[in-house]
């Protein structure tokens, strides 16, 4: 277990030590049925044969799961992801697993997964507590329009704005992922997309090309209206030399990619941004991320 490292990001709340690192299901599955996702194919739906939109979620006893942390920490392991697809969902389930960690005084650095709308501000000090630093949240779009197109939800009875700060008052950082080109984006959406994220300065920020991928809602549309989809595996990577984004309505996944590289490297080279986590973590932290944007992905979509 001592040659597994962890994401630099993450290490920012353990003063940058990268090592050990473990990742552990406590649920399979998500509720939830957006389009551009293919998490519930492994898990029985979502398949070609199959309709969309039937997804299965099944939960780990807490019992188990806490004999597992203890494992993990007897090894000398802080660096935790919970890679469950919704984490903070079930309250009885995530509520109950934070406290046997407060009981037993496991000491973890912990990143999972929410969604915007299911954060309870009255649990995140629990969160805390039981060593949660990190919460990924699926934001996806700066639009209401594309989020509902991509069935993700316009989230118009949440204000997102303060669900993010919210989180962060009681001290846990937040990963914002943003996805470019869904099938409802057009240049002007993606820019909203992108002033939303640096708007809001999440400790950190994922920025993803929509992808076909098989087993999501967007790859059965795309057989059933013969859309572009990558001929090799690595073109479904988002940090490939032969990356293949999907086309918009709008626009073509030429504009898409020169979109997502050009908005990741004006997002990690903002001196507001790096100024915070300089703040935040210390200087060698901002070196971290300065080291990240030196380097300068190849693709051939746009002609490198």
């Known amino acids: 277990m001592d040659k597994y490292r962890t994401s630099n990001w993450h290490a920012l709340s353990n003063k940058n030590d990268k090592k050990s690192f473990a990742a552990l299901y406590t649920s399979l599955g998500c509720v939830y049925s957006c389009e551009f996702c293919c998490i519930n194919a492994p898990f029985g739906n979502n398949n070609i044969d199959q ?3 039937k997804p299965s979620f099944r939960y780990w006893n807490t019992d188990f799961m806490i004999t597992e942390l203890e494992k993990l920490a007897n090894m000398g392991i802080k660096n935790i992801k919970f890679v469950d697809e919704m984490f903070v969902l079930k309250q009885e389930h995530y509520v109950e697993l934070c406290k046997k960690i407060i009981e037993r005084g496991l000491e973890f650095n912990i990143w999972a997964y929410t969604r915007i709308n299911t954060v309870k501000e009255g649990y995140l000090g629990l969160m805390k507590q039981a060593g949660i630093n990190w919460l ?16 993700k939800g316009s989230f118009k009875e949440v204000d997102i ?13 937040v990963i914002g992922n943003f996805i470019y080109g869904l099938e409802d984006d057009n240049l002007e959406t993606m820019e909203m997309t992108h002033d939303m994220a640096t708007e809001l300065n999440c400790e950190f920020a994922n920025f993803y090309s929509a992808m076909c991928y098989p087993g999501s809602g967007l790859y059965l549309k795309a057989l059933k209206e013969k859309w572009r989809l990558p001929q090799t595996y690595s073109g ?16 073509s996944n030429k504009e898409v990619l020169n979109f997502r590289d050009k908005s990741f490297m004006k997002y990690y080279t903002n001196s507001t941004y790096l100024n915070m986590i300089e703040t935040r973590f210390g200087l060698v932290s901002r070196q971290e991320i300065e080291n990240m944007t030196k380097i300068k992905l190849k693709r051939k979509l746009l002609g490198d």
């Open 161 to 173: 704005f303060k669900v993010v700060k919210e989180i962060q008052n009681h001290g846990i950082n």
């Open 236 to 251: 479904f990577s988002q940090h490939s030399y032969d990356c293949q984004p999907m086309d918009t309505k709008y626009i």
């Open 136 to 151: 990924a949240c699926g934001i996806e779009s700066g639009s209401d329009e594309v989020r509902k197109g991509a069935i």
């Open 51 to 53: 309709p969309f939109g």
